[in-house]
């Protein structure tokens, strides 16, 4: 079984990706599936009775699109095809801040060491990294100790969370 990293430890991955599933002849019934935006939206009352469905968003895919399904979704995987492709990142924020998705948001795809303390304050909670590279990755985590801007993760600024800072700093 595959690996990944959840909430700051390595997992056994339970789930399946479907990157081609066109019809729902592709999709297995009984277990863990993520299925792209497009099944989703062509088999949604269907797919939507079936406990564990995920949906898998391109870079290209509109997260708004899933605004009426983020209470029901227990997953949601943003693909990073490639690592100078950071659309993902607005993707999940949306989802968190916009439309308060509170299951499991998954980095998949050409998803880096580098990235995960960075996809972390976006909001994602679990990363589909290479199997040869997911001991090393779980670091990145915590290869910072804080950030200026407000996050996800830390939804107040450094400069609000300082002591002593005044209501005139904002």
Known sequence: MPLLIKDRAVIEDRWTLLRDAASLADVPIGAPVIVPLALWQAE????????????????????????GDVGQLPLIAIDFPKFVDGRGYSSARLLREKYRFGGELRA??????????????????????????????????????DNYQSTVERPIPLFRRRGGASTRDA
């Open 44 to 67: 949604h009352d269907v797919l939507a009775g079936r406990n564990a469905v995920g949906v898998w968003l391109k870079p290209s895919d509109d997260p708004d699109a899933l605004a």
């Open 108 to 145: 998949v795809g050409d998803v880096l060491r580098d990235q995960l303390y960075y996809m972390r304050q976006c909001g994602f909670d679990a990363f589909a990294v290479r199997a040869d590279r997911i001991a090393d990755a779980v670091g990145g985590l915590d290869d910072f100790s």
